[in-house]
């Protein structure tokens, strides 16, 4: 997967156009960015449940080409997935990636609270759908179409799926090709 041009990670509090911080989540445990809407390939398995449409979809994944869901499947409810993928073309499509360690509060209670809000932070996730303009540099004062050409993805859903757990290792590669471990065993791979 690559992250959008220009992206930026956001945690925590975000700013109101007049430049008033506020926390749109509590909790909240995700650093969270764009990837980039056309540059996603390979196979991703959910590790937790997701709770959308008054529905529970369990052991479901992914495949992705060019950025775009190509194969998928559902153990319970895959007529969940089918209609979120066939709401529009950006459906089918990332419009967010999020870290969230395996020891966050919300993982540890095993609590699977049917609410994004809430479950969002139990794991690393993907949301299937339109990208948060705050995620890309200047991102509020650029156009819908200049966010476009940078990555971005737009769509009417956006819906969180959970990736993450203790097993999960992840490495960022920067654009001079370096390697830097981020998460080792579903914890932070690095202290700052």
């Known amino acids: 997967m690559y992250l959008a041009d220009q992206h930026k990670w956001i945690g925590g509090s975000s700013d109101t156009p ?3 911080s506020y926390m749109a ?3 909240t445990e995700e650093l969270f960015t764009t990837p980039h809407a056309l540059k996603v390939d390979g196979t991703v398995r959910s590790t937790k449940p997701l709770s959308v449409m008054g529905k529970i979809v369990e052991d479901f994944g992914f495949t992705f080409k060019d ?3 190509v194969d998928y499947e559902a153990k319970k409810n895959k007529e969940v997935l089918d209609a979120l993928l066939g709401i529009d073309e950006g459906a089918k499509r990332l419009g967010e990636v999020a870290l969230v ?4 509060p919300v993982s540890r209670s095993e609590i ?3 609410t994004t809000l809430y479950d969002e932070n139990a794991s690393c996730h993907f949301a299937l759908g339109s990208a948060y303009a705050e995620a890309v540099k200047d991102g509020a004062k650029l156009t ?6 940078l990555g971005s993805n737009k769509s009417m859903i956006h ?5 993450g757990g203790p097993e999960l290792d992840i490495t960022g590669v920067k654009k001079d090709g370096t390697k830097v471990p981020v998460l080792s065993a579903g914890e932070w791979a690095f202290t700052v």
């Open 25 to 27: 989540n509590i909790p």
């Open 18 to 20: 007049d430049g008033i």
């Open 159 to 163: 819906i969180d799926f959970m990736v």
């Open 144 to 149: 819908e179409e200049q966010r476009i050409a």
């Open 112 to 114: 699977l609270f049917k």
């Open 67 to 69: 950025g775009v869901v």
């Open 101 to 104: 360690p395996d020891s966050s």
